[in-house]
């Protein structure tokens, strides 16, 4: 292991087609058209000095010190601005060049603190490695006013900015435009004055900057340096695995320090994130080694005892033989499992395995039941296949950007900036969202149209814009005659003209003005190359199966699926969301989302496996709550999921967890659940285990181990040794052998392996045999339902049942902010609350001032299934009737307010709908004092167990 | 009827809400039923069925109705 520094070619890559031939020193070199100079010196070899440009932002010409000499060309043209032609002779050193750089360099030391051996940087800045390429040996200058002095930036937690070390190369200004999109940085002043400034000369943490860490990345010096690196000094090796937030999956380089990760620094050969990364991945990995880490099993007999640490052995033991003893009164079917999207594929995989072949169950779930079920179901049924359609790359060949329900630059912020770099370059937006998110209008961005629709009104306002498109004859005829199943379409067609779907008849439904939907309609439809992202926005809500399903039917309709630039992307939530679906941890599924009573599948998983597996679909997570209230469910096994906090009714599913017998969880932290459990199994962090995690764009990447497991265990061991206590034997001694069962079980994963993920750095399933490289792209000839044709299906509006009164006359709707993350069981141990401490209650200063609401204030939220309190923030950014807040600390009791309704097809919680009344109070809940002391005394019977 | 129940009447009927935009009724009540099949675990479609047989399914939409009506636990 080393550290082996991603090489620079110090500009961006060219995707010309066309190749060039030059010399360069006497050497032939053929590269793209339109590449630098700078690069095609760097292809073979020859590293011409540089300090301003690098690879992940345009050239910029400024430093001087690239300066090349070109065959029959006047002066000294800057070889990262210049780029090659055919014939082209250059020379790269010689002594007038080299005599131009070291005066360049004399300059840039004048006004530098010469400090390197106390810099935090010493090692690894580009400056001090320039010195040393242009031979600097003396510095003549003595300038009568320097920099030396200028006063440190230490407001951001993650990076320190001293302006003292700046040579104002503009590498992070650039950053922050280009790669990141924010353009918080400028250089301010003029001549000797220049400086990087953030804002309008405000301190980082006051500026818009978002800690992405682009401009840290970019910068050549120790002037933005990370603050982890300034308290423990330089990494000295490196390993490549995947980010544990969220669907986009960008793939990082865990620097460290033996077992210590100095920086999560972004990967350059990343094909998700290409170099980019956000505040959460970036820096918010300090969770890992937080003093909450729990390291030792625990059991208790009740929730109302003292926890006891036991050994590994007995965890185990107790556990095993609490389930045996349950399905001993209650039988086979009274105990199953819920896994998580944070979990690896291979975790997920043998959890399922484990409940469906140790319990003899399919009572098995996972989180994505409360986030995008409804997109497995919809695209399974229209498409084939439960997954979007597209790689993130494609985005780059949009040209009518359709964003339905998805806070982009919030939710998967590294893709959000990849949309924003194609929507600066030319592409139309148009947004379907209630509240005017950032990416509505940002610099250099603004939506051609925002619908900004009433929550839940989704299937009207997406069957309007059909309506449109078949009643102006926008559909695309060839497309649908060669790809889709005609006879449903025909009937669609017939469906979906009639006059009730227009969006002069759902503009009373919708809020939106019927002109801008026809026009919107027009825009998407007319487009070369038109793309659908969705999120939270379309699935949490009654009808969200319905609108995934109304998605792919307009897609289908204007032929916007098969190619490039085109399709249907859901924006998964967390990290291995497609991955944990994709693993069979659905009641109903086997892996590949094939049906538990599918005669073949299911022989061919007991010939596998070597038992009897049942054939009937297991309890979904809110059915596992009802039927431990009916007393037929009465012990659950939790990995990696905080369903206390998480899921709707909170009230509802605390009771559930109350009446059952024996509640194992499986976490780094005594989350919520584990505050109902009576096994407690530590589990390991992302960077503790191998294995694989799939993100959105069915892009499966590795997770490489970086440290020993904290409790001694990666989670599938754990799993394992549950499974082997209860009498079903599993013996796998690396992940990489789970990974070999799941390929030989599951068509689109037959091609996948560890060798070949290593080699590729990443693969995207379908991947069906040794020789595919994976399918960036789907449905490119034929779709993937039975017969090959996608299928148009008739999407009803129906009203939600939670209606607006005068009792509830609001809609509280919910939604995630770019710093935190999920529950927050992660983020909230990170310097990651300096952004975001509190979940607040978003209200337009019209209902707030009909309610005597300030901002600030304390705010009852009372719905149909409870109340809490939050503080107030008055802002325009939602419309009036509409209030909003995010879900990220346990003590908002976010979840207590939302009720049980669920999505007709999935049982997906209605998140983004609540009638609710807001009024002003001056303290919190009877609920939220409830859970205060409930929660304490949890921590103390916690606190007893490390003193006992 | 008792709160599970209840909240299985409205599942089916938020299911037969959505096979009902079919013209069809004779296709809306076999998406129907099939979703049922494939979907409940088996306690709770025998809970479903015992809801029409002793209560005559009351609260259930027609087509929900039908539909249940055809799955034999």
């Given amino acids: 292991m080393s550290i082996d520094k991603q090489k620079d070619y110090g500009t961006p890559i060219s995707t010309s087609t066309d190749m060039v031939t030059l010399e360069i020193d006497g050497f032939k070199v053929t590269a793209p058209a339109g590449t630098s100079v700078m690069r095609a010196a760097s292809s073979i070899g020859i590293e011409i000095p540089k300090l301003c440009a690098t690879d992940s932002v345009e050239p910029f010409g400024s430093c001087r010190l690239c300066v090349v000499q070109v065959e029959g060309g006047r002066g000294l043209p800057a070889s990262c601005t210049t780029p090659i032609w055919e014939g082209m002779k250059v020379v790269t050193q010689n002594q007038k060049l080299a005599d131009v750089r070291r005066g360049v360099m004399e300059l840039y030391i004048s006004d530098h603190p010469l400090d390197c051996l106390t810099c935090s940087a010493n090692g690894d800045c580009e400056l001090q490695d320039m010195a040393g390429a242009v031979g600097l040996r003396e510095v003549r200058y003595r300038p009568v006013a320097t920099h030396l002095n200028a006063t440190k930036d230490t407001t951001n937690p993650y990076f320190t900015f001293d302006p003292s070390k700046c040579i104002v190369c503009s590498r992070c200004v650039r950053a922050c435009e280009e790669t990141q999109g924010t353009f918080a940085l400028t250089i301010d002043g003029r001549g000797f004055d220049s400086k990087v400034s953030a804002g309008q000369n405000e301190s980082f943490m006051e500026s818009e900057c978002v800690s992405c860490g682009a401009c840290v990345q970019a910068c050549p010096t120790a002037t933005l340096m990370e603050t982890s690196v300034i308290e423990n000094g330089l990494p000295e090796h490196a390993i490549v695995t995947t980010c544990a937030y969220c669907g986009v999956g960008c793939s990082f380089r865990a620097e460290m320090k033996g077992e210590q990760v100095i920086r999560m620094v972004p990967n350059k050969d990343g094909k998700a994130n290409h170099g980019h990364s956000c505040v959460k991945g970036r820096f918010a990995f300090g969770y890992a080694t937080h003093k909450d880490r729990i390291t030792k099993p625990m059991i208790r007999a009740s929730i109302e005892d003292a926890w006891k640490e036991v050994s590994w052995e007995e965890a185990i033991s107790y556990a095993a033989s609490e389930m045996k003893r349950i399905q001993a009164k209650y039988g086979k079917d009274s105990i199953g499992g819920i896994t998580s999207s944070r979990c690896t594929n291979e975790e997920v995989y043998i959890m399922q395995k484990l409940i469906r072949a140790g319990f003899g169950n399919n009572n098995v779930d996972t989180c994505a039941r409360v986030c995008h079920s409804p997109t497995g179901y919809g695209l399974k049924q229209t498409f084939g296949e439960s997954s979007g359609t597209q790689d993130f790359d494609s985005v780059m060949k949009s040209d009518v950007i359709l964003i339905i329900g998805a806070n982009v630059t919030d939710g998967h912020p590294v893709f959000g900036s990849q949309m924003k770099k194609r929507l600066r370059q030319g592409a139309k937006l148009i947004v379907v969202d209630p509240r005017e998110i950032d990416i509505v209008k940002m610099p250099h961005v603004e939506a051609s149209y925002h619908l900004k629709l009433r929550p839940s009104t989704n299937v009207a306002l997406v069957n309007a814009l059909a309506h449109v498109i078949v009643s102006e004859n926008l559909v695309d005829e060839e497309f649908v005659n060669a790809r889709c199943d005609v006879a449903s379409f025909n009937k669609w067609l017939t469906f979906i003209a009639d006059e009730r779907h227009s969006p002069e008849a759902t503009e009373s439904i919708t809020g939106v003005p019927a002109a801008e939907m026809r026009a919107a309609a027009r825009l998407y439809a007319t487009a070369e190359n038109g793309a659908i992202y969705y999120g939270l926005g379309v699935t949490e809500h009654s009808q969200g199966s319905t609108t995934v399903i109304t998605i792919a039917n307009l897609a289908m309709a204007t032929g916007n699926l098969g190619r490039d630039g085109v399709g249907v992307n859901p924006l998964r939530g967390q990290n291995n969301v497609q991955g944990s679906c994709d693993m069979g941890s659905f009641p109903h599924e086997f892996p590949g989302y094939r049906h538990v009573s599918d005669a073949d599948t299911h022989s061919m998983f007991e010939n596998a496996w070597q038992t009897n597996l049942s054939n009937e679909p297991g309890l979904r997570i809110p059915n596992m709550f009802d039927a431990a209230l009916d007393n037929s469910f009465m012990g659950l096994y939790c990995e990696g999921e905080d369903i206390a906090q998480s899921d709707p009714d909170i009230k509802h599913v605390h009771a559930a967890l109350r009446a059952m017998e024996c509640v194992i969880v499986q976490d780094i932290f005594l989350n919520e659940t584990a505050k109902f459990a009576h096994v407690f199994l530590p589990g390991a962090s992302f960077l503790e285990k191998d294995g694989t995690f799939t993100n959105a764009e069915r892009r499966i990447s590795p997770v490489r181990k970086v440290m020993r497991p904290l409790a001694g265990y990666a989670d599938w061991e754990i799993t394992q040794m549950l499974s082997n206590a209860l009498g079903y034997p599993m013996n796998y001694t690396h992940p990489s052998e789970i990974m070999d069962e799941i390929a030989s079980l599951t068509p689109t994963f037959n091609g996948v392996s560890y060798e070949k993920i290593d080699n590729l750095g990443s693969i995207q399933w379908p991947c069906y045999d040794e020789e595919s490289e994976g399918t960036p792209i789907m449905h490119t000839e034929e779709f993937m339902r039975n017969n090959g044709k996608g299928l148009f299906m008739l999407t009803e509006f129906v009203a939600t049942q939670e209606r607006v009164n005068g009792k509830f006359p609001l809609i509280l709707t919910t939604g995630r902010i770019l710093s935190q993350y999920n529950v927050g069981a992660q983020t909230r141990r990170t310097e990651n609350n300096a952004w975001h401490l509190e979940d607040r209650l978003e209200i337009h200063s019209h209902d707030a001032e009909d309610r005597g609401i300030k901002d600030g204030d304390w705010v009852g939220i009372k719905s149909r299934a409870g109340e809490t309190v939050l503080h107030a923030l008055v802002t325009d950014r939602v419309q009036p009737g509409v209030v909003f807040t995010t879900f990220h600390f346990p003590e908002s009791g976010a979840n207590v307010i939302t009720t049980d309704n669920s999505d007709w097809a999935t049982n997906c919680p209605e998140y983004k709908v609540t009638a609710v009344q807001v009024t002003k109070v001056s303290q919190t809940s009877e609920w939220q004092e409830g859970y205060r002391a409930f929660s304490d005394n949890q921590l103390d019977l916690l606190a007893q167990a490390s003193h006992g | ?73």
Wanted: glycine share 4%; no cysteine.
């Fill in chain 2, 1 to 73: 009827m008792s709160s599970n129940i209840n909240t299985l009447v409205k599942m089916a009927n938020d299911i037969s809400n959505f096979f009902n935009a079919d013209p069809d009724k004779e296709v809306a009540a076999e998406g129907m039923r099939n979703h049922i099949v494939k979907s409940w675990d088996l306690r709770m479609r025998k809970a479903i069925i015992a809801h029409i047989t002793q209560h005559d399914g009351e609260g259930l939409s027609p087509l929900a109705k039908t539909a249940i009506s055809r799955i034999s636990a």
